[in-house]
């Protein structure tokens, strides 16, 4: 079955220390979003890439850093840097050319990242 | 810059009575609107969009919208609530001609008593 993994699903971690979290899609998606999901807030973008190689800041980029070497995988570092990581993120991806008018855009079932 | 408020947090309902979520927006023109949907710790899944013509639109799970340029809203209905639609409900806008850069509401959370 085609879809976005999202792994782990719980995560926990020190103050201080840096932890990524890792998104895998095999829908053959050029586009991929990370958000993230605050109690009340709705979800904010973090980061998104519309092709391997290349990725631009969201409205909230501070303390986050990601890659995309490959198609499918699209990995978010929380650096130490972020002053308050603790939330919920979800990773999507969009199917046909991100500067589209619109593609409907599919999400994972989301990291809960909490920091002790 | 654009915003969406969905101003309940909370809304709980019967089952089988009927529903209204309220949504509002503030955007220089008619963005793209959309309602989605989040069961507990799961990714949203899309109920339906609007973005032109007829003002009511009509998505899966028996849920219906209606855009209301006069009151910048986009409120989601549902004629008779079921159990299973308890969750959280979201509203997201985006800009016309670029319908894949969401800015989403605070969300509301539907609980449904039997």
């Known amino acids: 079955d085609g879809g976005i993994t999202q792994s782990p699903k719980y995560l926990f971690r020190k103050e201080g220390q840096n932890v990524t979290l890792s998104c895998e899609q095999n829908?053959?998606?050029?586009?991929m979003y990370w958000y993230r999901q605050d109690p009340g807030q709705g979800l904010r973008l973090i980061y998104y890439?519309?092709?391997?190689?290349?990725?631009q800041k969201g409205d909230i980029a501070e303390g986050y850093s990601v890659s995309r070497e490959k198609k499918e995988s699209f990995p978010l570092t929380v650096t130490s840097a972020q002053k308050n990581p603790t939330a919920f993120y979800l990773c999507?991806?969009?199917?046909?050319?991100?500067?589209?008018?619109?593609?409907?855009?599919?999400f994972g079932p989301g990291t809960r990242l909490t920091v002790l | 810059a654009q915003s969406v408020t969905q101003p309940d947090i909370h809304i709980t309902v019967s089952e089988g009575a009927s529903l209204e979520l309220r949504c509002n927006y503030s955007?220089?023109?008619?963005?793209?609107l959309f309602w989605y949907v989040q069961s507990p710790g799961q990714g949203l899944q899309l109920l339906l969009k609007?973005?032109?013509?007829?003002?009511l639109v009509q998505g899966i799970k028996g849920f219906e919208a209606e855009f209301k340029r006069s009151q910048s809203s986009f409120n989601l209905r549902k004629p008779s609530v079921h159990w299973s639609d308890a969750a959280e409900y979201f509203c997201a806008v985006a800009p016309r001609g670029a319908g894949n850069m969401l800015t989403f509401g605070g969300g509301t959370r539907l609980m449904v008593k039997p």
């Open positions: 609007y973005f032109s013509g007829d003002t």
């Open positions: 890439s519309q092709i391997v190689n290349d990725f």
């Open positions: 999507a991806s969009i199917n046909g050319e991100p500067t589209s008018s619109y593609n409907e855009q599919f």
């Open positions: 955007y220089g023109a008619t963005p793209y």
């Open positions: 829908l053959n998606h050029d586009a």
